[in-house]
């Protein structure tokens, strides 16, 4: 499985609207949550989901929340 590497920026881009890009910079991790700083400044933590990241074969996280058209970012 391919994990969240600290320094690296992962981006994703908007179902709804592909001039919207999403990207996050690793800062720090553990086994379950990675730090990671938004374009913004904002750093926060966020959980790994497990079911998501076995189904991809790479950790993901939900930066913006659970609803459904919610960006994802995998460590591809």
């Known amino acids: ?3 969240f590497e600290i320094g690296k ?3 994703t881009r908007s179902i ?3 001039d919207c890009i999403w990207s996050y910079t690793i800062t720090a991790r553990t086994a379950s949550t990675v730090t990671a700083v ?3 400044g ?4 966020y959980r790994i989901i497990k079911k998501l ?4 074969n790479a950790e993901t ?16």
């Not at 904002?42 to 933590?45: G, L, N, P, Q, W």
């Not at 990241?53 to 991809?56: A, L, Q, T, V």
């Not at 996280?61 to 591809?76: D, N, Q, R, V, W």
């Open 61 to 76: 996280i939900l930066p913006e929340g659970k609803y459904s058209m919610c960006p994802t970012i995998s460590a591809e």
């Open 38 to 40: 938004n374009k913004y």
């Open 1 to 3: 499985m391919k994990t």
């Open 16 to 18: 709804c609207n592909s």
């Open 53 to 56: 990241s076995e189904y991809r």
């Open 42 to 45: 904002e750093e926060k933590r």
């Open 9 to 11: 920026t992962y981006t």
